[in-house]
């Protein structure tokens, strides 16, 4: 069975940059099917997907967030990162890792998210 | 706020069949498949339903997900107390070109 487990730093200050990974059990990250992708989510704004990418290197976006971030793959690892720049207040959430089967599929794995706070 | 439209709150007694609903737009719900999951207080959402009507294995029969136009539903029938959770929806979104969620609805069972 395959499982999500992120990683990082619960507490960033305000400015700086988030960095999060992603470690994939049970599942090859170079796999065909999948993407995998960070999703956040805050009590105001419910859940927010950030973005995803292919073993590859190909990624697709949330507009919204496209300038500040930014994801990758080590594939040797069996792993992929976020990291989120120039963080606020509205940037604190749990953020998720998850496996997606891109825009003609669904998200069908979920890691158990980690909580990210911005405080100086 | 949230791009998919979910009530707040749903409840129900042991046995019944509560309905949730989710509500888009035509470029999402009105053009693609909508999924549910279910989420239980501190773990990771669970995929519950997919593909609009389609379930993992090892998903009760009990939950059973539609679509019909731009609003999507999921159904609960002989509800039990271990269903007390919160549920979302999701779909993608051919404006945005990818996932977006609904609000999440909270489901009490009384």
């Known amino acids: 069975q395959m499982q999500l487990q992120e990683s990082g730093p619960g507490l960033v200050k305000p400015s700086e940059t988030l960095s999060l990974t992603c470690t994939v059990s049970?599942?090859?990250?170079?796999?065909?099917?999948?993407?995998w992708g960070w999703i956040r989510q805050t009590p105001g704004r419910g859940l927010e997907w950030i973005r995803s990418?292919?073993?590859?290197?190909?990624?697709y976006y949330n507009p919204s967030l496209r300038r500040r971030a930014t994801i990758s793959v080590d594939t040797s690892k069996n792993q992929f990162s976020l990291k989120l720049t120039s963080v606020t207040a509205a940037d604190a959430a749990v953020y998720y890792c998850?496996?997606?089967?891109?825009?003609?599929?669904?998200?069908?794995?979920w890691g158990q998210g980690i909580l990210v706070t911005v405080s100086s | 706020q949230s791009v998919l439209t979910q009530p707040p709150s749903a409840s129900g007694t042991p046995g019944q069949r509560v309905a949730i609903s989710c509500s888009g737009t035509?470029?999402?719900?009105?053009?693609?498949?909508v999924h549910w999951y279910q989420q239980l207080p501190g773990t990771a959402p669970k995929l519950l339903t997919y593909s609009n009507n389609q379930r993992p294995s090892g998903v009760p029969d009990r939950f059973s997900g539609s679509k019909s136009g731009t609003s999507a539903s999921l159904a609960i029938s002989g509800l039990q107390s271990e269903d007390e959770a919160y549920f979302f929806c999701a779909t993608w979104d051919d404006s945005l070109n990818g996932w977006v969620f609904g609000g999440g609805t909270k489901l009490t069972v009384l």
């Open positions: 049970g599942d090859s990250i170079n796999s065909d099917n999948y993407y």
């Open positions: 990418i292919y073993y590859s290197g190909s990624t």
């Open positions: 998850a496996r997606d089967l891109g825009y003609s599929g669904y998200i069908d794995n």
């Open positions: 035509r470029s999402n719900i009105g053009s693609n498949p």
